[in-house]
């Protein structure tokens, strides 16, 4: 069985699928996954004041760079972050 844990291998695929950054909002019940994704060095963590402000720096990320990702705890805001996904689009459509 393979020696890594989740945040290891999480953040083997963000740097797989061309991440060099993730946006994040610590939190009591994502710390330990946010430490082990620290100890890559080739994609950069981005704090965020809060879980809004995180998930709409990722949507103009993966508007420029195909693809992001937000880390944040559950809860009321992990629902805030959600209130981005109906961004619109220059041509109005996803």
């Known amino acids: 069985m393979a020696d890594f844990t989740v945040g290891q291998y ?3 695929r963000l ?3 061309g991440l060099k950054h993730y946006f994040m909002v610590p939190g009591d019940y994502n710390l330990v996954l ?3 994704l620290l100890e890559n060095k080739n994609v950069e963590q ?3 004041c809060n879980e809004l402000n995180a ?3 990722a949507e103009g990320y993966a508007r420029v760079n195909g ?3 937000v ?3 559950f809860n009321v805001g992990a629902y805030s972050a959600l209130n981005v996904w109906p ?3 220059p041509n109005g459509c996803r």
């Open 34 to 36: 946010l430490d082990e």
């Open 67 to 69: 693809a992001a990702a």
């Open 10 to 12: 999480l953040a083997t």
């Open 55 to 57: 998930a709409y720096a």
């Open 46 to 48: 981005i704090g965020c």
């Open 87 to 89: 961004a619109p689009t």
């Open 15 to 17: 740097e797989q699928i």
């Open 71 to 73: 880390l944040t705890t």
